[in-house]
């Protein structure tokens, strides 16, 4: 059973950093497009980074030179460095996989991906 943790997320002022991790068990990470989402509340659930299975990396414009994805396959574990945060960046935060195999492109599509984890909380005040 493919199972997705996030941990990581809490409450910082702005210009402060996170690092969320996502802890996946029951598949093999490698062979999966991997992702970061947020949702504000009453905001619609968008893409913030992806990593494919050969490490390349896509981010939201919003994001860019701010977040890092990451992630480590012998620990099956996916991460998400946040620095210089926002207000504008709280929400939950979101990982979620889709199999490779399955995708054209691995990209910011929330409607792609079918494995989600229960989400952690970002709460950055100014």
């Known amino acids: 059973q493919v199972q997705l943790v996030e941990s990581g997320g809490g409450s910082v002022q702005a210009g402060g950093s996170l690092r969320l991790s996502c802890a996946a068990s029951?598949?093999?990470?490698?062979?999966?497009?991997m992702g970061w989402f947020r949702q504000a509340p009453g905001k619609e659930r968008e893409g913030v980074a992806v990593?494919?299975?050969?490490?390349?990396?896509t981010y939201a414009d919003s994001v860019k030179g701010r977040f890092t994805i990451s992630k480590d396959n012998a620990k099956n574990t996916l991460y998400l460095q946040l620095n210089s945060l926002k207000p504008e960046d709280t929400a939950m935060y979101y990982c979620?996989?889709?199999?490779?195999?399955?995708?054209?492109?691995?990209?910011?599509?929330?409607?792609?991906?079918?494995?989600w984890g229960q989400g952690t909380q970002v709460t950055v005040s100014s």
């Open positions: 029951g598949y093999t990470l490698s062979n999966y497009c």
């Open positions: 990593i494919d299975t050969d490490g390349s990396t």
């Open positions: 979620a996989a889709e199999p490779r195999s399955w995708l054209l492109v691995c990209r910011l599509r929330p409607t792609d991906f079918g494995h």
